[in-house]
């Protein structure tokens, strides 16, 4: 591709992001914006903007041992079992588990377990995948396995097509990383902050309204502003806008107010008063994510999930409990939110465009839970994955109760030695699979790993 053509679609991708956002603020339908789009800037420009072929995604890392709560939603299959006749390890749940046959290895749910009432092939995959780097807020082993590069920085990568004001957004310290042609993450302080990030972006949305060196296009920006007016039939917005300025002003505004959070929402989500403080922040991050998915705001969000590295837990039973079925209202929440709203455009249901990973720094042994120690069998961590149906599901490798550890063959999914770096690196690509829609050929710009044995055609 000549560096002229580069342009002329980076330009045009710019026309189309800062259409549909426009178009959401006036109240036009994202239908209507593509037929504006046709007429004011040529079919093949409409036909790019309803071409939603990659995936939304959401990040959690559970970093300072948060990831441990999380084997106590998904435990390792033999671990659940072991539980039932020996207290000593770090189940919660014992005789209330039910291992069901995903269509890549086992799963094992508890009450507590999110989305377990979805179909074997809507369940989670569990890879046994990176090192144990206990007790650092950026886990790298996983996130990193690719050469370097950055999981959430690809996972950008392949949604950059995907309309959007702000491609990716990381909470707190959630690091981001890089990798080629990865845009840049806008980054808030918590969840809350994201609604006036949108607010915010709207005095900054130069990007998406500068000069281009393309004149066609950048007149075609004004003539779709005018159409858009007149598609939203508002007497508030039949007069022309003077500049883009004033029209991202606007723009700004009525995004905020769209993403705050109501009280039905957090009854949704189940975050009430006696929640842990720690996970209704998740809850509400969550719910705003569902609302900026739905209005094309965003493709994908980096935040924290629990960081109190729970030594612990296991003294105070009624605690842990608060937590893991905390963790669950939240997910399956967010999970029916996204299963309520659609694409406009496609009519797919958000609930099947969206990629859900939980990684981070230690899951603690799943041996023993007294003081629920951060050493691993054979220095081993592990990645959970929510495919939206472009992964098989279940465990692929896990440890048994005697400390036993396999990883797996990600040519065939079968087990294998434990390599922790080869599975990594394996599990990022499959991640990569799932949020590119089965497109293995936009993966094999970053991998070139044979997966055959983790996804689904």
């Not at 009280?263 to 900026?292: F, N």
């Not at 399956?332 to 958000?350: E, I, P, W």
Request: proline share 5%; glycine share 10%; net charge neutral.
């Amino acid at each position: 591709m000549s560096q002229r053509d580069r342009d002329r679609e980076v330009t045009r991708r710019s026309l189309i992001q800062w259409s549909l956002a426009a178009g959401a603020a006036l109240g036009v339908s994202r239908a209507g914006i593509l037929d504006v789009l046709e007429r004011t800037g040529g079919k093949g420009i409409a036909e790019a903007a309803g071409d939603t072929t990659r995936k939304r995604s959401v990040h959690l890392r559970g970093v300072d041992g948060g990831l441990s709560w999380f084997q106590l939603l998904w435990p390792h299959n033999d671990i659940a079992l072991a539980r039932d006749t020996s207290d000593r390890f770090p189940f919660h749940l014992p005789g209330e588990h039910q291992a069901i046959t995903g269509t890549g290895g086992t799963l094992t749910l508890c009450t507590d377990s999110p989305f377990r009432t979805l179909p074997p092939e809507r369940q989670m995959t569990a890879f046994m995948a990176g090192g144990n780097e206990a007790h650092t807020n950026r886990p790298r082993s996983v996130a990193r396995a690719l050469s370097g590069d950055s999981l959430f920085a690809i996972a950008a990568v392949l949604q950059r097509g995907n309309p959007g004001v702000v491609p990716v957004i990381a909470v707190n310290d959630s690091e981001y990383g890089t990798a080629p042609g990865a845009p840049a993450a806008a980054v808030v302080p918590t969840g809350a902050d994201i609604v006036g990030l949108f607010n915010s972006a709207a005095s900054r949305a130069g990007s998406l309204l500068a000069t281009t060196s393309h004149a066609d296009l950048y007149r075609a920006r004004y003539a779709t502003l005018a159409a858009l007016n007149r598609a939203a039939d508002r007497s508030t917005t039949r007069q022309a806008y003077a500049t883009g300025k004033s029209a991202a002003r606007f723009l700004g505004t009525n995004l905020a107010a769209q993403l705050q959070i109501q009280p039905a929402d957090e009854q949704s989500y189940g975050i009430d008063a006696t929640m842990r403080p720690e996970i209704a922040a998740i809850g509400r991050t969550l719910i705003v994510a569902a609302k900026a998915f739905q209005m094309g705001l965003t493709s994908s969000l980096i935040l924290p999930a629990l960081r109190d590295d729970p030594h612990q837990a296991f003294t105070d039973m009624a605690a842990l409990r608060n937590s893991t079925s905390g963790l669950q209202k939240v997910l399956d929440g967010f999970m029916a939110d996204l299963a309520l709203r659609t694409d406009s455009v496609t009519g797919v249901k958000l609930s099947d465009d969206i990629v859900i990973t939980i990684d981070g720094d230690t899951p603690k042994t799943p041996l023993d839970k007294n003081n629920w120690l951060d050493d691993t069998p054979s220095n081993s961590n592990w990645m959970y994955v929510y495919g939206g149906g472009k992964l098989k599901t279940g465990w692929f490798g896990g440890i048994t109760r005697t400390g036993a550890t396999t990883g797996f063959d990600p040519a065939t999914g079968a087990p294998a030695p434990y390599n922790g770096d080869l599975q990594a690196k394996a599990a990022c690509a499959a991640v990569a699979y799932a949020i590119a829609r089965g497109d293995m050929r936009a993966v094999q710009d970053f991998s070139r790993i044979d997966i055959s044995g983790l996804v689904v055609a």
